[in-house]
């Protein structure tokens, strides 16, 4: 179906183009998985996006009618969704996570981590206990995670690093957002390579871990995301292990790493079987996230700078 195909003359309302797009997703079976996980919430969404409008909106707002332009601008997303795959969040230019708004587009992954759990319960129990006074989101993308760090410890400094200018250039536009420029900074660096001699309490990162062979398999809607954010080598390890085998010098006594490595959690153990890797659970889903301390960290240098 092309867009002079779409059934405009007959959407009157909000809930019209939303029961239409779904049934239209649906149809061609669209893949989702960033931000929503069925066609009745990604063409809500589209819809409410494209209109400026939120999901706390009074549900009559839902018979309210929509202008002519506004049909225009409904039907070209919704087919720039459907024939270009195009992730939402990139059409919309907003992606939520850990209950916050964030602005987004291609040049930075759609923030989706299972680690916006974690934040949300304070990194509870390693944090509880002890001041968190300073933070750094590394391999930022978008900043998300860096951000909602910010607002789960108020008191800390907050660092998004990442290699990107172009994710940079987001994360900043990010940190004036949220009204944070006195607490949180974007700063160019690979992985630890562009830091100072700071130290954190908290490393928390959600790095590229994609393998060569991994990127080939995955859905249409990948390709439009930067391959920097996903791709790391041969065997996705490539970014990780050089966390690993630095992450020591950047923590503070009793600090904690935080990295999610998805579907590559089994290529880590087999790589290291003789780290003590604590995997972390989540109530809402999600699985690949691992943490390791500071003294962790620093009883198995050698054997990170020898991998």
Same mark, same amino acid.
């Given at each position: 179906?092309?867009?002079? /195909? @779409?059934?405009?003359? !007959?959407?009157?309302?909000?809930?019209?183009?939303?029961?239409?797009?779904?049934?239209?997703?649906?149809?061609?079976?669209?893949?989702?998985?960033?931000?929503?996980?069925?066609?009745?919430?990604?063409?809500?969404?589209?819809?409410?996006?494209?209109?400026?409008?939120?999901?706390?909106?009074?549900? &009559?707002?839902?018979? &309210?009618?929509?202008?002519?332009?506004?049909?225009?601008?409904?039907?070209?997303? @919704?087919?720039?969704?459907?024939?270009?795959?195009?992730?939402?969040?990139?059409?919309? *230019?907003?992606?939520?996570?850990?209950?916050?708004?964030?602005? =987004?587009?291609?040049?930075?992954?759609?923030?989706?981590?299972?680690? +916006?759990?974690?934040?949300?319960?304070?990194?509870?129990?390693?944090?509880?206990?002890?001041?968190?006074?300073? =933070?750094?989101?590394?391999?930022?993308?978008? *900043?998300?995670? *860096?951000?909602?760090?910010? %607002?789960?410890?108020?008191? +800390?400094?907050?660092?998004? +690093?990442?290699?990107?200018?172009? &994710?940079?250039?987001?994360?900043?536009?990010?940190?004036?957002?949220?009204?944070? $420029?006195?607490?949180?900074?974007?700063?160019?660096? $690979?992985?630890? /390579?562009?830091?100072?001699? !700071?130290?954190?309490?908290? =490393?928390?990162?959600?790095?590229?871990?994609?393998?060569?062979?991994?990127?080939?398999? #995955?859905?249409?809607?990948?390709?439009?995301?930067?391959?920097?954010?996903?791709?790391?080598?041969?065997?996705?390890?490539?970014?990780?292990?050089?966390?690993?085998?630095?992450?020591? $010098?950047?923590?503070?006594?009793? *600090? @904690?790493?935080?990295?999610? =490595?998805?579907?590559?959690?089994?290529?880590?153990?087999?790589?290291?079987?003789?780290?003590?890797?604590?995997?972390? $659970?989540?109530?809402?889903?999600?699985?690949?996230?691992? #943490?390791?301390? &500071? !003294?962790?960290?620093?009883? %198995?240098?050698? #054997?990170? !700078?020898?991998?």
């Amino acid at each position: 179906m092309s867009l002079n /195909e @779409i059934p405009v003359s !007959e959407l009157h309302t909000l809930r019209d183009w939303v029961r239409w797009a779904a049934s239209h997703f649906n149809r061609n079976q669209l893949f989702y998985g960033h931000g929503t996980d069925n066609a009745l919430d990604e063409a809500l969404e589209l819809v409410l996006a494209s209109l400026h409008l939120k999901h706390d909106l009074p549900e &009559a707002f839902l018979d &309210a009618r929509t202008t002519r332009e506004e049909d225009t601008l409904l039907a070209a997303n @919704i087919e720039r969704r459907v024939q270009q795959r195009v992730p939402l969040p990139y059409i919309t *230019g907003r992606a939520w996570f850990a209950g916050l708004e964030f602005e =987004v587009d291609e040049s930075v992954l759609v923030p989706r981590s299972p680690i +916006a759990e974690l934040i949300l319960d304070g990194f509870h129990p390693w944090l509880s206990e002890r001041p968190v006074n300073a =933070v750094l989101d590394l391999c930022c993308g978008s *900043g998300c995670i *860096g951000i909602a760090c910010a %607002y789960a410890f108020p008191d +800390a400094l907050v660092d998004l +690093a990442d290699v990107s200018p172009l &994710a940079l250039d987001v994360a900043g536009r990010n940190i004036e957002k949220h009204g944070l $420029d006195d607490r949180v900074r974007a700063i160019r660096s $690979d992985v630890f /390579e562009g830091l100072d001699a !700071e130290r954190y309490d908290l =490393v928390v990162s959600n790095p590229p871990y994609v393998s060569t062979e991994e990127m080939l398999s #995955l859905p249409q809607e990948y390709a439009h995301e930067p391959s920097l954010g996903l791709e790391a080598g041969e065997d996705g390890m490539s970014v990780v292990s050089r966390i690993l085998a630095d992450a020591h $010098d950047f923590l503070t006594p009793g *600090g @904690i790493l935080v990295v999610e =490595v998805g579907a590559s959690a089994d290529l880590l153990m087999a790589r290291y079987p003789d780290v003590p890797f604590l995997w972390l $659970d989540f109530e809402h889903g999600g699985d690949g996230v691992f #943490l390791l301390t &500071a !003294e962790q960290l620093a009883d %198995y240098q050698d #054997l990170f !700078e020898e991998a």
